[in-house]
């Protein structure tokens, strides 16, 4: 008869560790959800609102405050590069992140004339300065890095043309003053000897 009470109880207990451990994963399971989703969020509030905006419902509390270093101007220095007229607009700034959770600036928009141009993807993997802006900054955290814009055709004419444009990162608009910079130009064949 104690053999049968304690089978019950034995049972019971298994039970009750796994649903003890079933909620414990889905909690976890539910917080990495939000995180993941909060680090890819890509801002997009819904077909309503500014292209490239973050509705005040999915807004972080606190801001993001952003201070602009440089904004160079780099035209291509390729045969190819200069026949597509590309250049490179390298926009150096430091962004303290005062709100409650991590962010990028994955999404950041040069606007020129209307046109927008989102920051190049790749420029990570060649520039630690350019990674340290298109990786999440902690709540809390600051920055210091380069977000790089590839422009051609249009674009680079209107750059040249206004010598400015805008930056919208979060629903803030920072101005920026363009400086130029000198073409490199190629080395000279060495000489044969």
């Known amino acids: 008869m104690f053999g049968h009470v304690r089978t019950r ?6 039970l009750a560790r796994f649903v003890a451990v079933a909620l414990l994963a889905g ?8 995180g993941i989703a909060e680090l890819t969020d890509d801002g997009d ?8 905006s973050i509705s005040v ?17 780099s035209p291509a220095v390729s045969a190819s590069g200069r026949a597509r007229d590309r250049a490179r607009l390298s ?5 303290t992140n005062d709100t409650d959770r991590a962010i990028t600036l994955r999404n950041a928009v040069l606007v ?3 046109q927008e141009v989102r920051p190049d993807p790749d420029a990570g993997r060649v520039s630690r300065l350019a990674a ?25 004419s209107a750059l040249r043309r206004e ?22 130009r190629s080395a000279p064949p060495s000489p044969a000897r």
């Open 57 to 73: 419902a999915a807004r972080p509390s606190g801001r993001i405050d952003l201070h602009v270093l440089s904004s160079v101007f």
């Open 132 to 156: 340290r802006l298109l990786r999440p900054i902690g709540a809390g955290r600051r920055a210091t890095g380069e977000l790089r814009f590839e422009v051609a055709g249009d674009t680079t």
């Open 91 to 95: 926009v150096r700034l430091r962004a």
């Open 163 to 184: 010598r400015r444009a805008r930056l919208r990162v979060a629903g803030q608009i920072e101005s920026l003053s363009l400086t130029f910079a000198q073409p490199a």
């Open 45 to 52: 509030p819904g077909p309503a609102s500014e292209p490239g």
């Open 9 to 14: 109880r034995h049972i019971l207990r298994g």
């Open 27 to 34: 909690a976890i399971g539910a917080g990495l959800g939000v």
């Open 112 to 114: 020129v004339e209307g």
